[in-house]
């Protein structure tokens, strides 16, 4: 059983579009994020949200939205896609909200790819 | 947020252990000492984390300086599984304080 998934694999879409990903974690897990790794390779916190509860937001732009219908899943929702969003897109969980050596359990991936 | 230092690249012969070093000396006393890995083409990795003892556990060995300024992760046999980028990252004891990666080592292994 995969513990953090995320669909889909890959995206590629036009600029201005709307698209989301979705990530689910099965290991009941309160705490989960999203990162995103540009082209070189640099990987950045992009959101935290806490059982439910955002808690970490590190100066994304307000096109990326993201949404927590329950603790085991968060999405992650990007409107009006610009090149630079080119990027792959991490989703991670972990037992409680950082800190305290916490371990992060990160997902396969999302490659996205704005033409 | 504290800063640790690594080599951009280092290489390694199969089966040979392998010692990939990190800097931190701007740590506090309260931070974790955390590596994290990520093999080509998939998300990250926890490896090992510690505070102040040395640590072992079924990947890998974390051997921390006695002044907390300088770690090593030590993979005993190095496989060509290994090969991946290795992230040394200080984590907070404050709850709510995410990961902060730095570029990390580049580990080849050569059959």
């Known amino acids: 059983d995969t513990a953090v998934s995320q669909t889909p694999k890959y995206l590629v879409t036009q600029m201005g579009n709307d698209k989301s990903i979705k990530c689910e974690q099965n290991?009941?897990?309160?705490?989960m994020y999203w990162y995103k790794q540009d082209s070189k390779k640099f990987l950045k916190i992009m959101f935290s949200y806490n059982n439910k509860e955002l808690i970490i937001n590190e100066t994304v732009p307000n096109r990326f939205s993201p949404k927590s219908p329950d603790k085991a899943h968060l999405n992650l929702h990007i409107n009006s896609l610009e090149l630079g969003d080119s990027a792959v897109y991490f989703c991670?969980?972990?037992?409680?909200?950082?800190?305290?050596?916490?371990?992060?359990?990160f997902g396969p991936g999302t490659r996205l790819t704005v033409l | 947020d504290a800063k640790t230092t690594q080599p951009n690249s280092m290489e390694s012969n199969e089966e040979e252990p392998v010692h990939l070093p990190c800097n931190h000396s701007t740590i506090s006393g309260t931070d974790y000492i955390h590596w994290y890995r990520q093999l080509p083409s998939q998300g990250p990795e926890y490896v090992i984390h510690?505070?102040?003892s040395n640590v072992n556990n079924r990947m890998a060995s974390l051997a921390i300086a006695e002044d907390r300024k300088s770690s090593t992760l030590i993979l005993h046999r190095a496989t060509l599984r290994d090969a991946a980028v290795y992230y040394c990252?200080?984590?907070?004891?404050?709850?709510?304080?995410?990961?902060?990666f730095g570029k990390g080592t580049r580990l080849s292994v050569i059959a």
């Open positions: 990252i200080l984590t907070s004891s404050v709850r709510n304080t995410p990961l902060v």
């Open positions: 510690g505070l102040t």
């Open positions: 290991l009941g897990h309160d705490t």
């Open positions: 991670a969980s972990s037992q409680y909200s950082g800190g305290l050596g916490d371990e992060q359990f």
